[in-house]
């Protein structure tokens, strides 16, 4: 089941940074963007078109999309959870629009201020338009594995939501643990929840790495033969609904494990690695990536 080639979703721009509490200018992002398709990235979750009351961080989202150098053969995406975010997303031209709900209604009302079936109706207008617009459509469920409000969440949950996400029209279903509190069986069990209504060719991992996990959860869905997944170079991000919760697998980490595996990513780690240095010089922080330490040491 093993996949010979991985394809990565690169969310550093959106999940990556839209919990930072001090402003990212614009242009740091488009650089950002630019340094990660140089690297081989051909998945690139831009900006959210959410509300700026809500999340401050992604305001910028028209000015970043129309900043970006576009490279051909790359997928810029962006999340639009009504149809007032899609409107505004349309004009700058998306080549993936993402819906996002939850598989529990705690985290959802958090989230997006509905219910998982409230956030299902808000999208349906939504889907319809970007399929009509030939704009592809991904899904992607949060709190598959655990809910900060909830507790732990049954793959029949999960399950119940994939299947109202493909009734919708969505043709891709990302399958997230929002809080990285899964263990390598319970995200198998996730995943299997999503394939029960959605093809192996249509579904990804998105695993926050708050306990160490999400590596081993990586390798758990690669068993099942999942050869899709986000990350976020410098392992940056975090939901700002989900306290306590870290950033995604670090982009680094995942490449670094799949190369090892003899697995191709299309992505040069080099190049990813100083992708990392320049937005962890621009957040003044330390990159949370293993490999990206390693190797920066090693070059020192
Ligand atoms: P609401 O308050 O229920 O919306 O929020 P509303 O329709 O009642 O409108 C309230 C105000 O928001 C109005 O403005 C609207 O115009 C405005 P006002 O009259 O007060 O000035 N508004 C918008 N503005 C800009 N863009 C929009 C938009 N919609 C309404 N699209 C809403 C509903 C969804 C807007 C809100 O709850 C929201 O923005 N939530 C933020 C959700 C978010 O971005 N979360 C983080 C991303 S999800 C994530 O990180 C998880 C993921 O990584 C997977 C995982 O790890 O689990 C994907
Ligand atoms: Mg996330």
């Not at 997006?112 to 459509?137: D, K, Y």
């Not at 399958?175 to 319970?186: E, L, S």
């Not at 950033?247 to 990813?272: C, K, P, Q, R, S």
Request: proline share 4%; aromatic share 6%.
């Amino acid at each position: 089941m093993m996949p010979f080639r991985v394809s990565l979703l690169e969310s550093g721009p959106r999940d990556g940074l839209q919990n930072e509490a001090l402003p990212v200018a614009a242009a740091s992002k488009i650089e950002l963007v630019h340094r990660l398709q140089a690297a081989g990235l051909r998945n690139i979750e831009v900006t959210s078109f959410v509300s700026p009351k809500w999340v401050p961080q992604m305001a910028d989202n028209a000015e970043v999309m129309a900043g970006l150098q576009r490279q051909a053969g790359v997928r810029y995406s962006v999340l639009t959870p009504n149809l007032k975010g899609y409107e505004a997303a349309v004009l700058s031209r998306p080549d993936e629009i993402v819906v996002f709900t939850a598989a529990s209604d705690a985290f959802c009302q958090r989230n997006l201020n509905c219910t998982v079936a409230e956030s299902i109706e808000r999208f349906e207008p939504v889907v319809q338009a970007a399929r009509t617009a030939g704009i592809h459509v991904r899904g992607v469920i949060s709190t598959t594995v655990g809910c900060p409000y909830q507790g732990e969440v049954a793959p029949s949950a999960v399950a119940d939501v994939a299947r109202r996400m493909k009734a919708l029209g969505v043709e891709h279903l990302g399958v997230a643990d929002t809080m990285g509190v899964g263990t390598p069986r319970k995200v198998q069990a996730a995943m299997e929840a999503a394939l029960q209504h959605f093809d192996l060719d249509a579904v990804s991992g998105h695993f926050h790495d708050t306990y160490g996990q999400a590596l081993s959860n990586t390798l758990a869905c690669l068993e099942m033969g999942v050869w899709q997944y986000d990350s976020s170079v410098a392992g940056l991000g975090g939901c700002p609904y989900a306290k306590g919760a870290t950033g995604n697998v670090a982009t680094e980490d995942v490449v670094f494990m799949l190369h090892g595996m003899g697995i191709e990513t299309g992505i040069e780690l080099d190049a990813l690695v100083d992708a990392g240095d320049f937005i962890c010089a621009a957040l003044g922080r330390p990159t949370s990536s293993r490999v990206a330490k390693a190797l920066m040491a090693k070059r020192a």
